[in-house]
């Protein structure tokens, strides 16, 4: 098992001559991410709507527009954490990775909309199981790269069962780059486009190192493949 300290220390490892490419996918990742929740935002803005004098018939139409492209984040979410996974096993990992989660739209949207929705739903009943249920199915989209046999319930469920007795430490690993975050705030945000690569390629890490450790663990080798299998 790593340490949270390895962990990162292998991320920048693998990072070495790749920051551009990742940087780029990044700021790539945030321009579309505002550009598809852009109508959502503005249809839900009672300020916009007032400023502008713009028809109240016009809000509903644009609200379900917007709630139609947020859909469309959660594969390029997948798909910009694929390519940190990419990178952390030094596979090609560029621009046109992000888009890999539309070569097969339902299967990732359902599993990860599944995942979202059970996570709000234990926040609604208070904050700190939302939390825990959120580090359980953290696992679950690398675990739809890896086994794309998998059902959407599976895929979540071998994230909880990856995640026994590791849930504090990916917390950590997240407190981890606080200090990080808080600096980036000087910049503009601009530092955002270098930690959120080094964040990823090291949770990236952290599930192949759970990955692993689960294979070991009461002979479960057979039962899940090794990635790449």
Partial sequence: MMTNSELRRMARRHLDGRWGDLVL??????ILSSCISFPFQVGMDENIWKLFSLPLGWKVPVVGAGCVLLLLLLPLQWGYQVTFLRAWREEPADISTLFHGFRDFWRIFSTLFLQQLYILLWTLLLIVPGVVKALSYAMTPYILRDHPELSRRA????????????????LLLWLSF????????FTCGIGYLWLAPYIGV???GFYEDVRQQYEQRDGAEADVPAAGE
């Fill in 202 to 204: 090291s949770e990236a």
């Fill in 178 to 185: 606080l200090g990080w975050a808080v600096l980036a705030l």
């Fill in 25 to 30: 996918v990044t700021f790539l990742y945030y």
């Fill in 155 to 170: 895929a979540i469920h071998l994230s909880r069962e990856m995640m026994v007795g590791n849930k504090g430490r990916l």
